[in-house]
Every structure is written in C-alpha cells, then in structure tokens.
C-alpha cells in the first residue's frame, strides 16, 4: 500500500472541503432571547449552599467607585446579593439569557422588594465596559433611554468575590443570596445552569416569610 505524503493529504482535505476557507463559511446567527419565557423557566429553590459569616464578602465597588460596605444594611434592611454570570470568556460569547431575564424582571418588581424592606444589589463579575451592553440586551433602559437600574450595581473585576463564595464558572455561577438584618445568609443558592436560579415571586415569597408575614 502506498502512503499519502503531507501535500498530497492537504490536497484532498481540500477537495473533500469544497476546496473552501473557513472564511467562507457564514457567522452563526442569535436572535436576543425571550427575556419572560426564560425567566418563566425560573422557579422556587431551595438553598444549597450555607454560606458563613467569615465566607460573605462585604467591601465591595459600585460603577461610580463608591465603596459599598453590605454591613451599613445591618438593622436596617434585608438583602438580596445577586451575583450573575458575567460576560462570557470565549471570543465573540454573549450574555446568557439567564441574567439578562433576571436584570430584567428584578427591575420590573423592585417595588415589590422596597415594601418588604429588601435592597437589592447585583455584582457584575466583568469588565465594567460591558455593563451598558448587558443592561440594554436586559431591556432596562432608564431615563432618556440610557441604560440603567433602580439598584446598586457592583463590580467583581478580579473575581474576589466569586473565589471568596466558591462559585467560580465560565466567569461566575449565578448565585442568589438573602441576607437578613443581622447579616446573617438566611438563603443561598447556586445555580449550575443558565435557568437555574429562584424566580422573583420565590425570593418575595421567602422575604414575606423573613419579615414575619406569611
């Protein structure tokens, strides 16, 4: 039996390929994602994680460089520490579906938060020159059409946070945490996939319970 040499073998690669470049081929297409159907896939979750006082990160950087210390909440009000995904790390990667849903409906019922004394704070663990991108793909669109949120958006540029708590993914696993007055992580979930995270009705639900209402 005769062997193929090298060039002879690059030689019928190409014919076998259409003789065509990888440049020829056309660039996978998105359409953006059904922000309430994917948050409709959200559902009530247990905690999974016990997260301790000397785990929970405190000192964190909102978008304007302004400290935000999560222990100037205690005694005051309960809350709600999202941590979402990030921004993909492979090239041309998009934000999941999963946080944008979130974003979004956690702005939709922010209201809702306030009157059960709840603050919310997400932590973006990325580059903060792709927060107005991931907000506007979250359909949250504030005041002269400028992207933004009626709670504080905090940064995880080198990741402390997201090693501190264990929840290292493609940048972040998405991660919900209730904290209550004391301080204390009265609820903790990790999720391990884009949908997996408690729905907002849940997390009102568990706030009711928190507060003494239900």
Do not use: W
Not at 50 to 61: A, I, R
Not at 158 to 164: G, R, S
Not at 185 to 198: I, K, L, N, Y
């Amino acid at each position: 039996m005769r062997y193929l040499t090298a060039a002879g073998l690059f030689i019928l690669l190409a014919v076998l390929s259409g003789c065509g470049s990888s440049s020829d081929l056309p660039a996978p297409m998105y359409g953006p994602p059904d922000l309430k159907a994917v948050a409709g896939r959200f559902h009530s979750k247990d905690s999974n994680r016990t997260v301790s006082g000397e785990q929970m990160p405190l000192q964190f950087v909102d978008t304007n460089g302004k400290e935000v210390d999560l222990t100037s909440f205690r005694g005051k009000s309960n809350v709600v520490l999202v941590v979402v995904k990030g921004m993909p790390r492979y090239p041309g990667g998009l934000f999941c579906p999963g946080c944008l849903a979130q974003v979004n409906a956690l702005t939709a019922n922010h209201d809702e938060f306030k009157k059960r004394n709840a603050e919310i704070l997400m932590v973006f663990p990325g580059p903060k020159d792709k927060l107005p991108q991931f907000l506007h793909d979250g359909k949250v669109d504030g005041e002269g059409g400028n992207p933004s949120v009626p709670f504080a958006l905090l940064l995880d540029t080198d990741l402390k946070t997201v090693n501190a708590l264990g929840i290292q993914g493609d940048l972040a696993k998405p991660s919900t945490y209730i904290l209550d007055k004391k301080g204390n992580a009265v609820f903790a979930f990790v999720g391990e996939d884009t949908t997996d995270r408690p729905s907002v009705k849940s997390l009102l639900d568990r706030l009711d319970k928190l507060n003494g209402k239900k």
